[in-house]
C-alpha cells in the first residue's frame, strides 16, 4: 500500500512557545507532498523533518490568522534560492489574493518557479484540487474570520492481481489491464476462470480531515463522517468553554464529540493554548469521550 501519512510540523496556538511551532503540516499521499497552513518558522520545521523542499507541490492555507500563514512568503522565497523550476500553488482564502501578489511583487520578484494563487471560497464544501488519485475539498469553518479546514480523499484504485493464478492459468501479461478492469478469463477449452479467483481487492481508499481553527459545531461530523484520520483542534481543556466560544475554538471534549459523531478511526489534537505545559489533560479528556486519539507534537508522523 502506498503511504499516506501526516507530518506534524506546528501544532501550537497564536501565542509562541519554546514548546510549539505553529501549525503546519505536510500531507504525504503517494509520493505528492501537500502542505497545510504555513505558521511562522515553517521553513525551519521543515528542515528538521528533511522533507524535501522542491517535493511541496502545493500549499493549503486555512484562515488568515498569521499563527497559520505568517510563514509563507519566507518559505517561497527560500525555495527561490534553492533553484526550485517546479511551480507551487497556493490556495487560501480569496480575501488574500491582492495582498498576496502585492507582497509576492516586493519579496519575490525573481522567482524562476511559477507561483499560481488559488482563491476558495471558505463558505462552501467543494473539491479545490483533483489529480488521477487525489481529491481535496474544502470544510467550511466557524471562526473570527473566513475559515476552512481541507478533507484528503484518495480516489478508490484497482483490485490487486493474482501472479500466482496468472502463472497457474497461463494468462498473458497484455490481459492484465482487463482482468483488473473485471474481465474473467475464458480457457481454450471453453472454461470461464471467474475475475474474483484472478485478483484480490483493491485497498480501502484513505482519507484525512483537517480542522482548525474553529469553535465545536454539532453539524460538522456530517462532512467528515468515516474519515480515517480527522485533525481537529483542541485549542482548550472542558474548563475554558467559555473562552473557547468567545474567541471561536474548541475544547478537546469538543473535538472528541466531532469525532464519536463522525465515527472516524483516529482523532489527533492540535493547536493548544501556550498555557499548557502538559496536554495530557486535554488527551485525557477527549478519550473519555473519543478513546481513540492521540496528541500531535512536532516531528510526529501520523500514518493515515
Known sequence: M???????????????????????????IREKLFMIDCGE???????????????????????LHGDHCFGLLGMISTFGMLG????????????YEDLFHRQMEFFCSNLEFEVEFCPIDTTQNVVVYEDKSLTVETIPLEHRVACCGFL???????????????????????QVNNIKLGADWVMPDGEVIPNSRLTRPADKA????YC???????????????????????TYDK?????????????????AKVARDAAVGKLVLGHFSARYEDESVLMEEAQQIFPHCVLANEGVIIDV
Not at 497564536?14 to 510549539?20: I, K, S
Not at 525551519?44 to 484562515?63: G, Y
Not at 496468472?166 to 497484455?174: A, E, K, T
Open 2 to 28: 502506498e503511504p499516506f501519512r501526516v507530518h506534524i510540523l506546528g501544532c501550537g496556538s497564536a501565542l509562541p512557545t519554546l514548546r510549539h511551532h505553529a501549525s503546519s503540516q505536510v500531507v504525504e
Open 41 to 63: 518558522g515553517t521553513q525551519m520545521q521543515l528542515r528538521r523533518s528533511r522533507i524535501r523542499f522542491t517535493k511541496v507541490s502545493a500549499v493549503f492555507i486555512s484562515h
Open 84 to 95: 526550485r523550476t517546479a511551480s507551487l500553488k497556493v490556495y487560501a482564502p480569496a480575501e
Open 152 to 174: 484528503f480523499r484518495e480516489k478508490p484504485t484497482l483490485p490487486h492481481i493474482r501472479r500466482d493464478m496468472l502463472d497457474y492459468y497461463q494468462i498473458p501479461v497484455s
Open 206 to 209: 484513505r482519507s484525512y480531515a
Open 212 to 234: 482548525s481553527d474553529t469553535r465545536y459545531m454539532p453539524r460538522l461530523h456530517k462532512m467528515v463522517t468515516g474519515v480515517d484520520t480527522l485533525y481537529h483542534e483542541a
Open 239 to 255: 474548563s475554558f468553554e467559555g473562552r473557547a466560544r468567545m474567541y471561536y475554538h474548541s475544547t478537546a471534549e469538543q473535538a
